[in-house]
């Protein structure tokens, strides 16, 4: 059984899927990664979380991100589920979803809890950076459908906290102001952060998000 921590190298595999056979690390390429898993097919939360993440397709490509599911139901299930999904969520499924009859991806991520269900997948989600790192891990109980605005905003930040040396606060969204990491002098902090800062304690510096145009 698999431990993943954040900053792990995320395990390559190759698995069957509704768009043929992919290995994991060719199809995300240079790209960042959510790898998310669903417990079954034919579930009522599957099928509109599945839906979900099919309508933010423009903004998951704005981030150069790529999206693969997961469920251990096998391809042909798979493929007459995805036409449910269209049907009932009004979009077009258009990620690859894992066949994982045989447990082996969900046994990499660690995604079978057996306190829950020693059988079916829990709703893990995984952030995978461009270097293969692991750089975000959720796990939902199978009951609570997941937020794919949060993923985005996660996504957001850790694209900015990437190239810039600040981190994001609480309930941070794109365009709000963020926080100079502590690393970071005030004198210093000056030159690398233009717009200007506000020092509210020394250690808590709130400076306009870097990379946003005015």
């Not at 993943?4 to 190759?14: C, I, T």
Request: proline share 6%; with cysteine; charged share 30%.
């Amino acid at each position: 059984m698999s431990s993943l921590k954040l900053g792990d190298k995320a395990p390559n595999f190759d698995a069957e899927t509704s768009e043929g056979k992919i290995n994991f690390y060719d199809y995300l390429g240079d790209s960042w990664g959510i790898l998310f898993s669903h417990p079954a097919d034919y579930t009522p939360v599957c099928t509109t979380e599945l839906g979900a993440a099919a309508k933010y397709k423009d903004e998951f490509e704005k981030r150069n991100v790529k999206v693969m599911a997961l469920s251990v139901d096998g391809v042909e299930s798979h493929k007459d589920w995805i036409k449910d999904i269209n049907e009932t969520q009004n979009t077009t499924v258009n990620f690859p979803i894992i066949a994982d009859k045989d447990r082996k991806v969900s046994g990499l991520y660690d995604m079978i809890h057996p306190n829950a269900d020693d059988t079916l997948t829990v709703r893990s989600v995984y952030v995978i950076d461009p270097n293969k790192k692991v750089r975000l891990m959720i796990t939902y109980p199978a009951s609570t459908g997941r937020n794919f605005k949060e993923l985005l905003r996660v996504i957001d930040s850790l694209q900015l906290t990437e190239n810039y040396k600040v981190a994001t606060p609480a309930d941070w969204k794109e365009g709000e102001d963020v926080v100079i990491s502590t690393s970071i002098s005030s004198e210093d902090a000056k030159s690398m952060f233009p717009k200007g800062f506000k020092e509210i304690k020394p250690y808590l510096r709130m400076t306009p998000q870097p990379n946003k145009k005015d």
